[in-house]
């Protein structure tokens, strides 16, 4: 018996509806339905495309047969055929039947093949196939109440967070999240010290010594992997001699001082956010600025009812709030807690200004100050 499967005698039974049911509203939800089941397929569809570089040889426009994509790629025919009608079946590519070739439109070539695109979305893809290939492990957690810490999750989890979001960072934090906050990039400029808490393979750590060579910056993470890898990332950068990486928890990293703190997408995933914020005022500077980041959220349910949201609440359940169950306290702010929400935690920590400093459709910038 699999973790999702019940003894029959322990099912429950579900009572016959006396609902009047409206057949077209029925067969309109099992139409949309099959769509939906066609989108999870096509996540995993989208990973085995970026792995096997079928979307990067398709880049240049130009159109292929499955046989020529197979010997570009080094792949079986077999599998690039059915790979390839299964992408024109679902729009991502264009398929002309008086050739029978098909072709990657250069707006999808963008968000497929171009790393330095804003709309860059394989890692987006990436974490949500490795989440869900966890999914049987979170079943069972949310019948006894335990939860899953970040460790234990496959790589994809872990390697397609950092590619998710690393896209956002490139795009967003030194041009535009950093200059919203009040006097933090001349300080940046001039030389300070900054906590990157959360950091996990360490893309916001190293993108900002990128660009402030007078500051320096100490990234910390729980996961002992992730940071391993941040620190070859530093070293690859040439940062390796104004970064410092270290194994720690939120509510435990060292130094002190700080000109700036940030949170980057991991405050409503950690068990004791409220520990974690006095941690930052313990260790702030008494005009430093704690800046968190986090996904984009509403204050209430129907502020997020939408595609983005939708996405969110999807890793909420599977993985953001197991991750914080896994912890002390356990508090499980979830995905989408909304500036309200975290603006009680500063709060509750003893800080006494807070405000919404930027936004992006995927992320809220939110400045805390003592």
């Not at 016959?16 to 089941?37: H, N, Q, S, W, Y």
């Not at 992730?226 to 990486?245: K, P």
């Not at 956010?273 to 008494?286: C, D, I, M, Y």
């Not at 500063?346 to 939110?366: M, Y």
């Amino acid at each position: 018996m699999t973790t999702t499967e019940l003894p029959a005698a322990a099912l429950p039974t579900a009572p016959p509806t006396t609902r009047p049911i409206d057949p077209e509203k029925l067969m309109g939800f099992v139409v949309r339905a099959v769509d939906e089941v066609g989108a999870s397929l096509n996540t995993a569809l989208v990973v085995m495309g970026d792995a096997l570089g079928y979307y990067r040889t398709m880049a240049d426009g130009a159109p292929v047969t499955p046989p020529e994509l197979a010997e570009r790629t080094g792949t079986d025919e077999h599998y690039a055929r059915e790979w390839l009608a299964a992408q024109a079946a679902g729009s991502y590519v264009e398929y002309d039947p008086a050739t029978r070739s098909y072709t990657l439109p250069a707006e999808q070539a963008a968000a497929l093949t171009d790393e330095t695109s804003p709309a860059y979305l394989p890692g987006f893809f990436q974490i949500a196939h490795g989440t869900v290939r966890d999914a049987a492990a979170v079943i069972g957690a949310a019948r006894s109440g335990d939860g899953i810490g970040w460790h234990a999750h496959n790589g994809d989890v872990h390697v397609g967070c950092e590619r998710f979001f690393r896209t956002m960072y490139n795009a967003h934090l030194i041009g535009e999240w950093l200059p919203a906050l009040d006097g933090v990039v001349d300080k940046l400029e001039r030389g300070a010290t900054v906590a990157d808490v959360g950091c996990g393979h360490g893309a916001s750590t190293v993108l900002m010594a990128r660009h402030f060579p007078r500051s320096t910056f100490v990234g910390s993470d729980y996961h002992e992997g992730s940071i391993a890898i941040a620190r070859q990332r530093a070293e690859q950068a040439g940062v390796g001699d104004r970064v410092r990486f270290e194994v720690a928890p939120a509510t435990a990293y060292s130094g002190a001082g700080f000109d700036l703190v940030t949170m980057f997408d991991c405050l409503h995933d950690m068990g004791d956010p409220v520990g974690a914020a006095r941690h930052v005022k313990e260790t702030l500077a008494a005009d430093g600025t704690w800046m968190i980041v986090e996904p984009m959220a509403g204050d209430h349910v129907e502020d997020n009812l939408n595609p983005v949201g939708r996405a969110y609440y999807g890793f909420s359940t599977l993985l953001c709030t197991p991750a914080s169950l896994s912890q002390d306290v356990g508090l499980a702010l979830g995905t989408q807690a909304g500036p309200a929400r975290i603006r009680d935690v500063a709060t509750a920590a003893g800080f006494g200004r807070f405000r919404p400093a930027a936004n992006t459709p995927f992320n809220n910038v939110l400045e805390v100050r003592p």
